[in-house]
Every structure is written in C-alpha cells, then in structure tokens.
C-alpha cells in the first residue's frame, strides 16, 4: 500500500502563491510516477503536473505552464507543486497521486493510470 498525504492549501488572493506538498510513503519500490490532479466543484478530474519517480522532467498542463513548478526529491519521498501568479479558476481541491504502470511515457499519464491518491487539499484564490 502507498500512503500520500497532502499539505499547503489554504486561501490566497489572485496573484498570490501557494506551494503544496505530498508525503509518500509505504510500499513505494513499485511506483513509477506522481502527479498532481485538482477538481473544481462540479467538475472532473483535471491533471495539473506529473513526473517519474527516478528521471526526467516534469509535464506541465498548458494551464499550468509558466506558472507552476513541480519539484520531486526522491530522498525523503516528497512531491512540492509551487504554483504562482493564481487566479481564481485555480480553486479547487488538489490531489497527489501515483501510479503503477510501467511503459507510458510521461505525455501519456492520464487519472486513470493513478492507482493511489491522497484526500486532498483546498486551494481557494479570491479575486
């Protein structure tokens, strides 16, 4: 079983920034990739930012690109989301999330390839 716990939500004004962490632990040796998601009140899951575990680069949604920062540090297993210049329509709880499936390529991802997700965390940007 792996274990994400989140951190860092909270309420902010447009412009402002907030930086989210995920704790993950457990039966890790399997996991391949984390990621972020987030989902707005009547609204789907919307990916926002995922890495592999052990290389590469991190893949931004457009939305997120420019503005977010994803930050992986194998060595204490934590996932960091730095996000800037917020707006409103960035509301919304924010999840961590790993998958399993070994062969995708990091444009791939997709939810449904995440089998382990934490509670969440709310992010709330007033204008």
């Known amino acids: 079983q792996v274990l994400l716990v989140e951190s860092g939500g909270g309420s902010v004004e447009a412009g402002g920034s907030l930086t989210l962490s995920c704790a993950v632990s457990g039966f890790t040796s399997n996991v391949y990739y984390v990621g972020w998601f987030r989902q707005a009140p009547g609204k789907e899951h919307e990916g926002v930012a995922h890495?592999?575990?052990?290389?590469?680069?991190?893949h931004y949604s457009d939305f997120a690109k420019g503005r977010f920062t994803l930050f992986r540090n194998t060595f204490n297993g934590t996932l960091r989301l730095q996000m800037d210049s917020l707006n409103p329509t960035d509301s919304g709880m924010y999840y961590c999330a790993a998958g399993s499936i070994s062969g995708l390529q990091i444009d791939q991802l997709r939810s449904t390839h995440f089998n382990f997700w934490g509670r969440g965390t709310q992010v709330t940007v007033s204008s």
């Open positions: 890495i592999f575990t052990t290389h590469g680069l991190p």
